[in-house]
């Protein structure tokens, strides 16, 4: 019997709400028939599953269903995070605005005539239209015995509308209990549309976490032109067969990888090695999916197709990396993963205690203080302490020209031990500029042969030929040469006849043959990493220009900031190892590496991160993509592709690299800032809830109004927003 296939899928789950959600979807599908292996991240909301040929994804979505949670098939997947997204904000449309206005009435508002009716009709739509899920989320949990956040959540704020409820439904039989009537519908309704503001903004950044992934399919080609008996035809891509003829246009993608048989080109592969220099191709020579034709025309061999190709596997590497991230564990969820379960336990008991000892009104004092210590131990502070920290502490990076995508990213910089930098557009500025000139004719003829020069490279759009008419019209007074006909001869340069002369521009590959002088400036200017443009007439050489790619103003300060931080840097590029070699000297970084394929810069960087530790990747190309979704800190520059400012953690706006250390700083300041919010919050809890429990009542009467403990909660919730706020006047 064969064996049966095995197929890894990753599919988005929704309805987890702490670790222990993510435990029970994975231990459900470990158990299901034609499951290999599941793995759930709770940090990505994703399951990694390993099933055989005969397994029914139906079948799965129905067991996870049945265990309370969703399982989103690929075909449901943009659908699906979509409507969490506009669920989430329709929900927070209600919640905000009316739970303002029951805050400004309960709190700024004398009494007034039903008051408490008007703030009760007003609070309803809050609980139990926007803030529902965490009712209902709690309740799931409980029949599992399992507690989370809802749980507080539910409780606190359910406790606080149901002691609203009975001081507004029967104010009589509360004041004849000797307590004075009292609500607070204020702190339920601004609750729930604080936690739904942060739920909010966190499935905001997820929704864009596939984006990358989105720019990347964008790059494939739709179609392909076929040749089928000497006739082209256009097909679909899914058509496209192993050792199929196509032609490639000028202007088209490549729509698979394969090998030149016909014809030749320039090629932009920026979008693999992230170089911006086009690349010339002819017969033989191997051509990527994704790449374009900038001029020629190719017929081409196929030879991989679909997920296969270079741009399949980079979507693959993409897609793995980002799934692939160690769950962050957040430290609030820790904290109430112990926190939660043992406060519901000091309500249940200090509602036995009170009712057990038989004073006259012992039922009276045991729902208040049970209530005292629901409401003072609603998680308004604990669930107010990252969030506050992080919009403080995001919009003052925001201000400085740092984007930060998540809270997880935050606490990365303080573990990163190796910092690696892609060259072009990161540490270099991406564009070529002209660094050596030599001339080789009399100086009475510059004014005629130079403009010459500068009149046929005016007409091609090629990165080189724009870097030398910009050095050409700095350095001389020209005239405007008017040339007819300026001919692009494929793997070669350009050429021109003017007055029965030929002129060509050409590049490395036609220097050949030539005197000892020649060759030697030829072969340093190889070594140096310099790119070569030649000037001829005839065969005749008349000028040697090297271009290279200098470093950006600030990278030299901005590396030995980083150095003094006591990281290990390096730089990574898929242009040639002179060329790199050159850029990491003048950068002052001592290791680097040449000539690498986005694969390439995922395998070293994944040797790094076993060598040094956790390890940032700084990159802007689609190239980078890979490498800026596997790496612990991934930094991308504004001025690079979509695709790599979304597989990254941090955005640097103006690419400018100076960033990174301020933005290191910075996150020790939000990540210690969070941590104090979450320790006061705690303390704060730790004290309170024994007094609203009634234990100073044997030593001095005291018992805790309940009134008193929605001020307490308030007052814990003030000093956390105050201490994130600080963030903004520090240094």
């Known amino acids: 019997m064969a064996d049966k296939i095995s197929l890894k899928k990753q599919l988005p789950v929704e309805g987890m709400t702490c670790a222990a959600c993510a435990s029970t979807v994975e231990k459900t599908l470990q158990k299901a028939p034609h499951v290999v292996s599941a793995s759930v991240n709770y940090a990505t909301h994703k399951v990694t599953l390993e099933v055989d040929d005969q397994a029914n994804l139906k079948e799965l979505k129905k067991l996870v269903k049945n265990a309370g949670y969703s399982l989103i098939l690929e075909d449901e997947v943009a659908k699906s995070a979509d409507e969490k997204l506009k669920d989430i904000r329709r929900k927070l449309v209600v919640a905000l605005p009316l739970s303002l206005i029951v805050m400004v009435l309960s709190m700024f508002v004398g009494d007034f005539a039903y008051k408490n009716f008007i703030l009760l009709a007003l609070t309803l739509p809050v609980l139990f239209y926007s803030g529902l899920h965490f009712f209902l989320g709690a309740f799931k949990l409980a029949s599992k015995l399992q507690t989370n956040m809802d749980t507080l959540i539910a409780s606190g704020t359910g406790a606080a509308f149901t002691y609203s409820l009975i001081n507004t439904l029967a104010p009589g039989w509360i004041e004849s209990l000797g307590l004075q009537v009292h609500v607070y519908y204020e702190s339920a309704a601004v609750i729930i549309a604080f936690i739904l503001l942060g739920k909010f903004l966190e499935e905001r950044a997820k929704s864009k976490s596939s984006a990358a992934i989105e720019q990347l399919y964008k790059l494939q080609a739709k179609s392909a032109i076929r040749l089928e008996n000497g006739k082209e035809r256009e097909v679909p891509l899914d058509e496209v067969e192993i050792g199929d003829l196509l032609i490639i246009k000028a202007g088209d993608r490549v729509p698979v990888d394969g090998s030149i048989e016909k014809g030749s080109g320039v090629l932009d592969e920026s ?100 209530f005292s210590v629901l409401i003072i131990a609603c998680p308004c502070a604990l669930g107010l302490a990252t969030p506050t920290a992080i919009m403080v502490g995001v919009g003052k990076a925001a201000s400085k020209g740092i984007l930060i995508k998540n809270a997880e990213t935050l606490e990365k910089p303080k573990s990163i031990k190796a910092l690696l930098f892609d060259k072009t557009g990161t540490i270099s500025k991406g564009k070529l500029e002209v660094v050596f000139e030599k001339l080789f004719f009399e100086d009475g003829d510059r004014l005629h042969l130079l403009s010459i020069l500068n009149g046929m490279e005016s007409q091609s759009h090629h990165p080189m030929a724009d870097a030398v008419t910009q050095y050409l ?255 903004k006047v520090r240094k």
Request: zero cysteines; charged letters at 20%; glycine letters at 8%.
């Open 271 to 370: 979008m693999l090695t992230g170089e911006s220099v086009p690349v010339e191709k002819q017969k033989d020579d191997l051509v990527k999916a994704g790449t374009l034709l900038i001029n020629g025309t190719l017929t081409i061999k196929a030879e991989n197709l679909g997920s296969d190709t270079a741009l399949g596997q980079i979507i693959q590497m993409v897609s793995d990396a980002m799934g692939s991230k160690a769950p962050a564990q957040k430290l609030a969820d820790k904290i109430s993963s112990i926190f939660v379960p043992v406060v519901l336990v000091l309500a249940v008991a200090t509602f036995i205690i009170w009712y057990s000892l038989g004073s006259e009104n012992a039922f009276a004092m045991a729902f208040v203080n049970t």
């Open 473 to 727: 019209n700095g350095k001389y007074s020209l005239l405007l040469f008017m040339i007819n006909k300026v001919d692009t001869v494929s793997g070669v340069g350009l050429k021109a006849q003017i007055d029965n002369e030929e002129y060509r521009i050409t590049g490395l590959s036609e220097l050949k043959n030539l005197d000892e002088e020649k060759s030697k400036l030829v072969k340093e200017l190889k070594t140096e990493g310099r790119s070569v443009v030649a000037f001829w007439r005839n065969e005749e050489l008349l000028a040697l220009y090297g271009l290279h790619d200098n470093i950006k103003p600030e990278t030299k300060s901005a590396v030995e900031a980083l150095k003094k931080q006591g990281l290990h840097l390096e730089v990574l590029s898929g242009d040639h190892e002179a060329a790199v070699a050159a850029v990491a000297h003048d950068s002052g970084i001592s290791e680097f590496r040449g000539g690498l394929l986005p694969e390439d810069k995922l395998k070293y960087l994944k040797e790094v991160q076993q060598k040094y530790g956790p390890t940032a990747f700084v990159g802007d190309g689609i190239n980078d993509a890979p490498a800026l979704a596997q790496a612990d800190l991934g930094i991308a520059m504004s001025t690079g592709t979509d695709v790599a400012i979304e597989s990254a953690d941090v955005t640097l706006m103006s690419g400018d690299i100076s960033k990174i250390s301020e933005f290191f700083r910075l996150s020790n300041l939000i990540s210690s800032t969070m941590k104090q919010n979450l320790f006061w919050a705690f303390v704060y809890n730790v004290i309170a809830i024994p007094i609203a429990a009634g234990v100073l009542y044997p030593v001095n009467g005291f018992l805790l109004n309940p009134m008193i403990a929605g001020a307490a909660m308030a007052f814990s919730s003030l000093s956390v927003v105050l201490n994130s706020l600080r963030l």
